[in-house]
């Protein structure tokens, strides 16, 4: 039992190969570093939210757009908004998503974001939302969103640097040969706090009832639920006095918490059911703070809610300003880019 116990451990904490990265070999930056801080120390980062492009309609992949097309993102709100998160001098930026959901799936618009995220003044890091590529659809009005994951996988993810003009380096799942197509998912470690994405699409993690077997929904929720087996695992070996995921999507981890008649509201297939599940006991094993922040909220004031050592921000404004203050009370405390908002 000890031998298979330590060999779980050995998998969790393997880090890859040289080279490994999926895409190819790191390329030069004007400044990176392992992004660590110092223990103890108070800092604080900026996430982006998806309200700047907020907008309906289907999307033509590789640049054809379907007749539902029209509106849709504001390219010089999203540099306002990226210029004002990165002004406060952050540890990082966490940018969700790269495109309005109107916007076109298309490579030039893809290229185009990368570019505006490599200007930023901050190590950026990209949390993928479904607008993406959930909804891409080809020159046939079919389906293109596992093309579409893929070709952002190579376009965002091509190694183990984030993006901006400052780099940090990252730890992805794409190192492990097993997930090796799961680059989007990363960690990295900063001020004794592990910080990690893990793509959780909205829109009920993109189930889809029609589609028979849902493919790229069911070997994500394999590749998902390896990552987050490992990130717990990690954040308890190192005694790290925090975990926080960034997701698009909101697994509703404290609505179950809230509401025992929650079944009778969720869909058929609950997307989320699995995620949720696992969040909540390894959240419960875990001696530190977990903070799980996603882009689904309504108000205009972002603010944590908290339910023991579990928070949950759900962020609507355009963007917030999270403070870490290691052995305070609180250990995330949220300010919001256009509004201050109190913890609970």
């Known amino acids: 039992m000890r031998t298979a116990q ?25 400044s990176s570093a392992q992004a660590t801080g110092t223990r103890g120390a108070p800092f604080q980062f900026s996430v982006v939210g998806h309200i700047w492009g907020n907008g309906g309609g289907n999307n033509g992949g590789n640049g054809a757009s379907s007749s539902a097309n029209t509106g849709g ?14 002004a406060a001098n952050p540890a990082f930026v966490i940018a969700t998503g790269v495109k309005a959901g109107a916007e076109p799936c298309s490579d030039k618009l893809y290229a ?19 607008d993406d590529w959930t909804e891409c659809l080809n020159s046939a009005g079919r389906s293109n969103a596992i093309e579409r994951l893929n070709r952002l996988r ?7 640097q984030s993006l901006g003009s400052r780099r ?13 197509s799961y680059a989007e998912n990363a960690h990295w470690e900063y001020g004794n706090v592990l910080f990690a994405t893990i793509n959780l699409p909205a ?7 029609e589609a028979g077997r849902n493919s790229e929904y069911e070997d994500r929720l394999v590749a998902n639920r390896a990552w987050l087996h490992r990130l717990f695992t990690l ?70 809610n908290w339910h023991g050592k ?24 949220v300010k919001g880019g256009n509004a201050d908002a109190a913890p609970q």
């Open 6 to 30: 330590a060999t779980l451990v050995a998998l969790a904490f393997a880090l890859p190969a040289p080279g490994a990265w999926a895409g190819g070999h790191a390329k030069p930056a004007s």
């Open 73 to 86: 993102g504001d390219e010089s709100a999203l540099r306002r908004i990226l210029a004002d998160a990165s």
């Open 112 to 130: 185009q974001r990368r570019q505006l995220f490599n200007e930023v003044d901050a190590p950026l890091i990209v949390s993928l939302a479904g």
């Open 154 to 160: 190579e376009l965002l993810y091509a190694d183990s």
């Open 168 to 180: 940090l380096t990252l730890t992805r799942q794409s190192g492990t040969a097993k997930f090796r």
């Open 203 to 209: 829109k009920n993690n993109h189930f889809r009832p």
């Open 235 to 304: 954040a308890e070996h190192r005694k790290l006095d925090g975990l926080v995921l960034f997701s698009d999507g909101d697994v509703g981890l404290q609505a179950e918490k809230s509401f025992s008649l929650l079944s009778g509201f969720l869909p058929k297939q609950d997307g989320y059911a699995e995620p949720r599940r696992q969040i909540s006991n390894l959240a419960e094993q875990y001696k530190g703070t977990v903070l799980l922040v996603d882009t689904q909220g309504t108000g205009n004031e972002p603010a944590i």
């Open 310 to 333: 579990v928070g949950h921000l759900s962020l609507a404004a355009d963007w917030a300003e999270v403070r870490v203050a290691p052995g305070a009370a609180t250990l995330f405390v």
